[in-house]
């Protein structure tokens, strides 16, 4: 027969396990997740020193959905050198008509307040980490 002390013990611990599977792991040092841009955000966030890859997307957008954690991946990997902003087209229509987007998901590349490029649609991983390199 077991103990009812240690018993006790043993269900005190799984208690504390469950409780810690469940609790929001830590972030990566540097990475805070996705900047939330809107029309009146854009400009001011975009123009800070540095890198940053604007994802121009929509709640309905399945191929949006299928790039995000891709994007969130590369911007994770790159924390010191680069930040994601994610600008939804359909509670933001000023800032996809300045640029143009008319296909989604399009993210484009600022450096220092400046457009430098751009890709359109889902596509893979390496092409994403491709346009990043060419302007770290």
């Known amino acids: 027969m077991e103990d009812p002390e240690l018993a006790a013990i043993r269900a005190r611990k799984m208690r504390e396990l469950m409780a810690g599977a469940s609790a929001p792991k830590p972030t990566e040092p540097g990475w805070s997740g996705p900047i939330r841009l809107t029309d009146a955000t854009f400009d001011e966030e975009v123009r800070r020193p540095g ?27 790159r924390a010191g ?38 890709i359109v649609g889902a596509v893979p991983r ?5 346009l990043v390199a060419r302007w770290t």
């Not at 940053?52 to 954690?69: E, K, N, S, Y």
């Not at 000023?94 to 484009?108: D, E, K």
């Not at 390496?126 to 491709?130: F, P, R």
Request: proline content about 7%; glycine content about 6%.
């Open 126 to 130: 390496a092409e994403i980490e491709s």
């Open 81 to 118: 050198s680069m930040r994601l902003g994610k600008l939804n087209v359909d509670e933001n229509p000023r800032m996809p008509s300045r640029f143009q987007v008319t296909s989604i998901p399009t993210m484009l590349l600022f450096k220092d307040g400046r457009l430098v490029d751009g």
């Open 51 to 77: 890198l940053i890859l604007v994802d121009f997307w929509a709640d309905w957008c399945g191929p949006c959905h299928r790039v995000a954690p891709v994007l969130e991946e590369v911007a994770r990997a």
